[in-house]
């Protein structure tokens, strides 16, 4: 278990522990000693601040000075408002009379910890978390014997901590979690008086962890992920630790005694985090923890039932039982959950069989997909007002789908055996966000009501019997971004009666395998250049990542890419695609394909399509996978596909295709089965020579060209002035297409080639 889901509750820790001992009591705009805010301008333009931190307030409102002699003594700049070099040089360094000094959370470009840090000898503060502080730790700020907090978390520092922690017994707070310290932990560590709150978690540090702590004010301990290769006894040597409310063991081993010893443990533990802790049985002394509000036993090898005492600790409100091999539960299903004060539970990846139990009363996110329950989905579940995810998926439910999906905001039903109808019941202002019903039995048609569900951005509905027309009314949704009817009875034309068709925010269309009729007319893409299917700017990396610092969730995704056909957890948020393969359309594709610019995946295979591969995909300047397969496309592969630098997979086989295949392009390095079920096709790959010069005459070539550049033109102009966008697609005909074939995102993440 990373410490990042805790790193709120981690900071809340250390914020009601740690008092700052000031005989200030200034705010910004108090005076200060000129030379000591020549100092502070002087530091501030050593560095480049972001556009939301270049004022001046903002600046001074992270500084105090002393009221008599005006010299600084706090100075808080955290959050991201300083990026550069921070030099032994600096004028930091000037301000001798520092007591606290916190600059976590800045851009200080993998920089090394700065030796002048020695000279601020009346620090008592130091944080300097998440920098990119790199090397090692510098002997100097031995000097800093003041020091009551010292944080150094989430940089890549490295060394030894015996020599940097030496005779600190006055240390309060200790964080030097995520780095690369190595070496034997300092056994000293463990007798300081004062210390309250010590953090070595992910470190190279080894133990052993043998002998009892003396750490009477200790209250927050993280071990976590350590070098520790002995087995730990857990309750010799942390039972003494009577005032600690949070401990975090996870990733070392525990003894098996320990583990199921009844020995009153430390009742004001609030935390405990015990995940790959290789536990076999469900940990006894945690009954005694009255005051336990989070535990976590994921990630280890626990069988049989879950105790029913548990679930009648009074304050529990976080469980996280995932990846162990838990059967079922211990007393009435009716009640042994339903009374318990628990809002996050996670009970996935376990063996659990047999009906599900009713769920907690005050239950939030509940996940309990990948296990072997049967029976309904209890009709309690509507009950549950707070619930705000709810994961069943690949489970054996049977019946009908619950009728309240419109009150919960992530709904996972996937791989059940669940028949009926979707409940046509989404409420006007429903809050869900994403629905996932496939791989089921479910009948019936979409339900109209998902419009009233304007905040929607998932919906998949793949491998059913959904017997309907294609959806064009769910363009009204302004959020919507994937949208998966794989294999299902999905008919009819797929291009709607008025106008081109256009979903706002759309990124991967998946309607494959149903029996979908009819052509697309030259403009069916037309209208998605708003969007070009590009992605938001978005700080999350994946698609319908919902976690948060208690809960994870991500929406799944069966995707087609490169030929290959898997399952994928983790889909980037820049990946679009479109899917329209194994259905019944025909006709041309469509030149307007061009205008998808940021497209990374496209299959039309098995189709009737005909005419010409399009020139214009030359545009489609990011696609990556490419499968045209089986349809009656005849003509060239056109050469200017050469232009796609990031094409990795082309499917052209089993068409009428001829001519020589493009030459000296990344084109040739895919399969010859690519290319085989194209009699008139020749060359590389193919074992077939081309014996015949290209043939192609220079009007046609000026046509197709024309073709590319008149639908670049319709993107430049379409709503202002149709005919003057035409006239530039006209002039600059007389010109190479390549001059419009823009590389766009050259630098971008890369990553889609593992999905």
């Known amino acids: 278990m990373s410490n990042s889901r805790f790193c709120l509750l981690s900071l809340v820790s250390i914020l009601s522990l740690l008092i700052i001992t000031t005989t200030t009591n200034l705010v910004a705009g108090q005076r200060c000693h000129p030379d000591q805010t020549e100092t502070l301008k002087r530091f501030k333009n050593e560095f480049a601040f972001s556009s939301s931190c270049t004022d001046d307030t903002h600046f001074l409102s992270g500084v105090t000075c002393d009221n008599v002699t005006g010299a600084v003594t706090v100075l808080k700049l955290p959050g991201g408002c300083l990026r550069g070099t921070l030099r032994d040089n600096s004028s930091l360094f000037e301000l001798s009379h520092l007591r606290h000094l916190n600059l976590s959370f800045n851009n200080f470009a993998s920089s090394p910890l700065p030796s002048s840090f020695g000279q601020l000898h009346n620090l008592e503060v130091l944080l300097l978390s998440s920098n990119g502080f790199l090397g090692q730790v510098p002997s100097s700020l031995r000097n800093l014997t003041k020091l009551t907090q010292l944080q150094l978390a989430h940089n890549k520092l490295t060394g030894d901590l015996t020599s940097l922690l030496q005779?600190?017994?006055?240390?309060?707070?200790?964080?030097?979690?995520?780095?690369?310290?190595?070496?034997?932990?300092?056994?000293?560590?463990?007798?300081?008086?004062?210390?309250?709150?010590?953090?070595?978690?992910?470190?190279?540090?080894?133990?052993?962890?043998?002998?009892?702590?003396?750490?009477?004010?200790?209250?927050?301990?993280?071990?976590?992920?350590?070098?520790?290769?002995?087995?730990?006894?857990?309750?010799?040597?942390?039972?003494?630790?009577?005032?600690?409310?949070?401990?975090?063991?996870?990733?070392?081993?525990?003894?098996?005694?320990?583990?199921?010893?009844?020995?009153?443990?430390?009742?004001?533990?609030?935390?405990?985090?015990?995940?790959?802790?290789?536990?076999?049985?469900?940990?006894?002394?945690?009954?005694?923890?009255?005051?336990?509000?989070?535990?976590?036993?994921?990630?280890?090898?626990?069988?049989?039932?879950?105790?029913?005492?548990?679930?009648?600790?009074?304050?529990?409100?976080?469980?996280?039982?995932?990846?162990?091999?838990?059967?079922?539960?211990?007393?009435?299903?009716?009640?042994?959950?339903?009374?318990?004060?628990?809002?996050?539970?996670?009970?996935?990846?376990?063996?659990?069989?047999?009906?599900?139990?009713?769920?907690?009363?005050?239950?939030?996110?509940?996940?309990?997909?990948?296990?072997?329950?049967?029976?309904?989905?209890?009709?309690?579940?509507?009950?549950?007002?707070?619930?705000?995810?709810?994961?069943?998926?690949?489970?054996?439910?049977?019946?009908?789908?619950?009728?309240?999906?419109?009150?919960?905001?992530?709904?996972?039903?996937?791989?059940?055996?669940?028949?009926?109808?979707?409940?046509?019941?989404?409420?006007?202002?429903?809050?869900?966000?994403?629905?996932?019903?496939?791989?089921?039995?479910?009948?019936?048609?979409?339900?109209?009501?998902?419009?009233?569900?304007?905040?929607?951005?998932?919906?998949?509905?793949?491998?059913?019997?959904?017997?309907?027309?294609?959806?064009?009314?769910?363009?009204?949704?302004?959020?919507?971004?994937?949208?998966?009817?794989?294999?299902?009875?999905?008919?009819?034309?797929?291009?709607?009666?008025?106008?081109?068709?256009?979903?706002?925010?759309?990124?991967?269309?998946?309607?494959?395998?149903?029996?979908?009729?009819?052509?697309?007319?030259?403009?069916?893409?037309?209208?998605?250049?708003?969007?070009?299917?590009?992605?938001?700017?978005?700080?999350?990396?994946?698609?319908?990542?919902?976690?948060?610092?208690?809960?994870?969730?991500?929406?799944?995704?069966?995707?087609?890419?490169?030929?290959?056909?898997?399952?994928?957890?983790?889909?980037?948020?820049?990946?679009s695609a479109i899917d329209f393969s194994g259905n019944k359309l025909e006709g041309e594709i469509p030149e307007s394909i061009g205008l998808l610019k940021a497209l990374i995946a496209l299959n039309l295979s098995n189709n009737s399509f005909t005419g010409r591969i399009p020139m214009s995909f030359a545009n489609v300047s990011e696609l990556e996978s490419l499968d045209l397969s089986e349809n009656k496309l005849s003509g060239e592969i056109p050469h200017e596909l050469r232009r796609l630098t990031y094409l990795a997979y082309i499917d052209v086989s089993d068409n009428q295709l001829t001519g020589e295949i493009p030459q000296g392009t990344q084109i040739t390095g895919q399969p010859k089965s690519s290319f085989e079920g194209n009699l008139g096709l020749c060359g590389l790959p193919l074992e077939e020579r081309c014996f015949t010069e290209k043939t192609t005459s220079i009007e046609e070539v000026e046509e197709e060209e024309e073709g590319v550049l008149k639908w670049r033109a319709v993107a430049i102009g379409y709503a202002p002035g149709v005919l003057f966008g035409l006239a530039i697609g006209h002039v600059v005909a007389l010109y190479r297409p390549e001059w419009f074939i823009k590389s766009y995102g050259q630098n971008r993440l890369r990553g889609v080639g593992s999905l």
């Not at 600690?244 to 009742?267: C, H, M, Q, R």
């Not at 998902?450 to 302004?478: E, G, M, Q, Y």
């Not at 030259?522 to 999350?540: A, C, G």
């Open 167 to 575: 005779n600190r017994t006055s240390l309060v707070a200790l964080d030097v979690s995520s780095n690369e310290f190595y070496g034997t932990i300092p056994s000293f560590l463990f007798t300081m008086p004062s210390l309250s709150f010590l953090d070595l978690s992910e470190n190279h540090l080894s133990g052993p962890l043998e002998t009892p702590f003396s750490l009477p004010n200790l209250r927050v301990l993280k071990l976590s992920y350590l070098n520790i290769t002995h087995q730990l006894d857990l309750i010799r040597v942390f039972s003494s630790l009577k005032s600690l409310t949070y401990l975090d063991l996870s990733g070392i081993s525990l003894t098996p005694t320990s583990v199921d010893s009844d020995i009153n443990f430390a009742k004001s533990l609030r935390v405990l985090l015990l995940s790959e802790c290789n536990i076999y049985e469900f940990p006894r002394f945690v009954k005694s923890l009255t005051n336990l509000e989070f535990l976590y036993l994921s990630d280890n090898r626990i069988k049989g039932n879950v105790p029913d005492w548990l679930w009648t600790l009074p304050h529990l409100t976080s469980l996280n039982l995932y990846n162990n091999s838990f059967t079922g539960f211990e007393g009435s299903l009716d009640h042994v959950l339903a009374n318990s004060s628990v809002q996050v539970l996670d009970m996935a990846y376990n063996c659990f069989n047999g009906s599900f139990p009713d769920p907690p009363l005050f239950i939030i996110n509940l996940s309990a997909w990948n296990n072997s329950f049967t029976g309904e989905i209890p009709l309690s579940t509507c009950n549950r007002t707070f619930l705000d995810v709810l994961d069943l998926s690949y489970n054996n439910f049977t019946g009908s789908i619950p009728p309240c999906l419109g009150n919960i905001n992530i709904v996972n039903l996937r791989k059940n055996k669940l028949e009926g109808n979707i409940p046509d019941e989404f409420h006007i202002g429903a809050s869900t966000q994403t629905l996932d019903v496939g791989y089921n039995q479910l009948t019936g048609k979409l339900p109209r009501s998902l419009l009233n569900c304007t905040l929607l951005k998932f919906v998949s509905v793949d491998h059913n019997r959904i017997n309907d027309t294609f959806p064009f009314w769910l363009k009204a949704l302004p959020d919507l971004k994937v949208l998966t009817l794989r294999s299902n009875r999905f008919h009819g034309p797929i291009s709607p009666p008025y106008g081109p068709l256009a979903f706002p925010k759309l990124q991967i269309l998946e309607i494959s395998h149903n029996r979908f009729t009819g052509s697309l007319p030259r403009n069916y893409f037309e209208n998605w250049t708003n969007t070009s299917l590009k992605p938001d700017d978005e700080e999350k990396m994946y698609m319908g990542d919902y976690s948060s610092d208690r809960f994870g969730y991500e929406d799944t995704l069966d995707l087609q890419y490169k030929g290959l056909y898997m399952e994928q957890g983790k889909v980037l948020t820049f990946y």
